[in-house]
């Protein structure tokens, strides 16, 4: 069956990096799009950033500049790579996939990871 298992995250200070990555399987061809979500407590699961199979990427106004998505076909890998992390970036972070289309809104999303923990102190 399908499965997306997400690893890297942890507890780092603010400014630091972490790189989280995702291991779909399961798929008899791989998703058209991918993307990552995050969770803060009491709030909504929001978008952070999405990627297709042509690389086309989009991310959400609070990372750009700062995450970076990226993804290795071959190893049916997703990856993302977070730098100057904030305190507001903690939060449970979510890998996804979705067959049509592709974008940060979650609703069109498959298939998920159960989520993997990333915690930024001040």
């Known amino acids: 069956q399908v499965q997306l298992v997400e690893s890297g995250g942890g507890s780092v200070q603010a400014g630091g990096s972490l790189r989280l990555s995702c291991v779909v399987s399961g798929y008899l061809y791989s998703p058209y799009c991918k993307g990552w979500f995050r969770q803060a407590p009491g709030k909504e699961r929001e978008g952070v950033a999405s990627?297709?199979?042509?690389?086309?990427?989009t991310y959400a106004d609070s990372v750009q500049g700062r995450f970076t998505i990226s993804q290795d076909n071959a190893k049916n890998t997703l990856y993302l790579q977070m730098n100057s992390l904030k305190p507001e970036d903690t939060g449970m972070y979510y890998c996804a996939a979705r067959g049509l289309g592709c974008g940060l809104g979650r609703s069109s999303y498959s298939s998920w990871g159960q989520g993997i923990q990333v915690t930024v102190s001040s």
């Open positions: 990627i297709d199979n042509r690389a086309r990427t």
